[in-house]
């Protein structure tokens, strides 16, 4: 195809990015959002074990996410592209894998006759073919292929605001219908009012929220244009091991790393626990509602102002600064500890805000690190650097599932407790808490140290790195 008859980067590129990650986080939220309360409440499997199979599933990332990174790196693009023909070959196995780990919710019956060890492995061989196959298969090429649909950084940081719009709407979706249909009131043996999740309503919304994730991929494959030119470079092979050594000398890239992780410990700790901050420590199941609705507002907030406010102080200025204000709206709450529920969501609302702002802006700032990597390498590596960073943010993800499931475990939850019809005891409720409170603090206190102190592509080398690459780029269209 010619250059001069692909059409300039437009809202048909954006909107078709934003699709692509709705797609994902159909999937994804509802993993981080329900999948843990699943498994202890519905299928009886201890929080501490769902966790470690959690954190097991993560490492075995550390093979296949960089492995597909190589893929990516490694195929010669086809007429749609280099990254985007994945979205169309894996976005039914990703469907059908995600809706597999729920799938026993149709039939309570025949999975009480289960035993624990077979419940276990059920959870561990869905979750792991979901997570670290099939949706590294379609996830990995879709996070590489924002360099390849421009090479201006401000459309990137406006993909990258998109691409958050999307998991935005997921969750919308997620968190405000899937509390509304999962749940059952009942009443408990001591006439209290019990929210108790129903697995077989959770089937049938997974169900449903893949088919519409196979929706969204073919909506972005669409949309979306690749138009940065591919250069085929002859290159030595690398091993992955040497690979990864030489990812240990880039500063850059090993800060984002830690930042990442640093962020999912403090999101995924308040999205897990809200599955039993709610229908455990407040008694109602509808505040995940209401708390996923006020989180749209704040993240709708943060991305109006992420942009400007980067472009004015910089990226990991600015990300900094919003972390520090969730650290400090975290322990508001601790020591507050609101008992009426609207309270605990408006502080909440407060903390994504906060959250909202590095959310916004994270993928542009891999994308930041692969100029600068190309800038010392020569080499240009947009799936191996994602793969990398993917892989780092699963890290977060199982860090923040684990010590979930392991606290949970600290505290003395009871996954029996509904099932007995009884309600958690107080010091469990508080232990609850006391998670969904101080362990966010924690992370973000820590992404804020980094991106401040560690992370060294702030504003003023970010403006340098970008022309560099424009004189890079038009001397090799000009050779």
């Not at 990650?21 to 499997?45: A, Q």
């Not at 421009?150 to 406006?158: H, K, L, M, N, T």
């Not at 690398?238 to 850059?252: D, E, F, G, P």
Request: charged fraction near 15%.
């Amino acid at each position: 195809m010619k250059q001069n008859k692909i059409r300039p980067f437009g809202m048909r590129d954006k909107l078709g990015y934003l699709f692509g990650d709705f797609g994902n986080d159909f999937t994804f939220i509802l993993s981080t959002s329900i999948l843990m309360k699943f498994y202890t409440d519905v299928m009886g499997v201890s929080a501490g074990i769902v966790g470690i199979i959690m954190m097991i599933a993560r490492f075995a990332d550390a093979v296949t996410d960089v492995s597909m990174g190589r893929i990516c790196d490694a195929a010669k693009p086809t007429a749609a592209g280099k990254f985007k023909p994945w979205l169309l070959r894996m976005c039914v196995p990703v469907a059908a894998a995600s809706f597999l780990m729920y799938a026993p919710g149709l039939s309570p019956e025949l999975v009480s006759h289960w035993s624990d060890g077979t419940r276990i492995a059920y959870l561990a061989i869905t979750y792991i073919l979901w997570g670290s196959f099939c949706y590294t298969g379609v996830n990995i090429p879709y996070g590489s292929m924002a360099s390849a649909i421009s090479a201006d950084p401000g459309d990137r940081a406006s993909l990258s605001t998109f691409r958050t719009m999307g998991g935005m709407l997921a969750g919308m979706f997620i968190g405000i219908g899937l509390p509304l249909v999962a749940y059952d009131k009942l009443t408990g043996t001591s006439g209290e009012t019990l929210s108790v999740i129903n697995g077989s309503k959770v089937a049938i919304s997974a169900a449903v929220f893949s088919v519409l994730a196979i929706l969204c991929y073919l909506l972005s494959y669409r949309l979306i244009t690749e138009r940065v030119p591919y250069k085929a470079e002859k290159r030595e092979k690398v091993s992955v091991t040497k690979m990864i050594r030489s990812a240990l000398t880039n500063r850059a890239l090993i800060s984002i790393i830690f930042a990442s992780i640093f962020m999912l410990l403090a999101q995924l700790t308040m999205q897990n626990m809200s599955a039993y901050i709610f229908p455990d420590y407040y008694g109602d199941a509808t505040g995940q509602t209401l708390s996923s609705l006020t989180m749209m507002g704040s993240m709708l907030i943060a991305s109006v102002a992420a942009k400007p406010l980067s472009n004015r102080f910089g990226k990991a200025e600015v990300s900094a600064v919003s972390s520090l204000f969730a650290v400090i709206v975290c322990v508001i709450t601790w020591l507050l500890q609101p008992k009426s529920m609207w309270g605990f969501i408006a502080l909440q609302s407060l903390i994504w805000l906060g959250l909202g702002v590095f959310s916004m802006i994270c993928w542009a700032l891999i994308t930041d690190v692969i100029d600068d990597a190309e800038l010392k390498n020569g080499i240009r590596e947009d799936g191996s650097v994602y793969a990398l960073y993917s892989f780092a943010r699963k890290l977060g993800q199982a860090f923040a599932a684990g010590l979930s499931g392991w606290l949970l475990e600290a505290i003395d939850y009871n996954e029996k407790a509904l099932e007995q019809g009884i309600s958690q005891t107080q010091a469990v409720k508080d232990g609850i808490f006391n998670i969904a409170t101080l362990v966010p603090a924690l992370g973000f206190a820590a992404l804020a140290v980094v991106l401040w102190f560690w992370y060294p592509l702030h504003k003023k080398r970010v403006d340098s790195n970008a022309a560099s690459i424009k004189r890079k780029h038009d001397a090799e269209k000009d050779g």
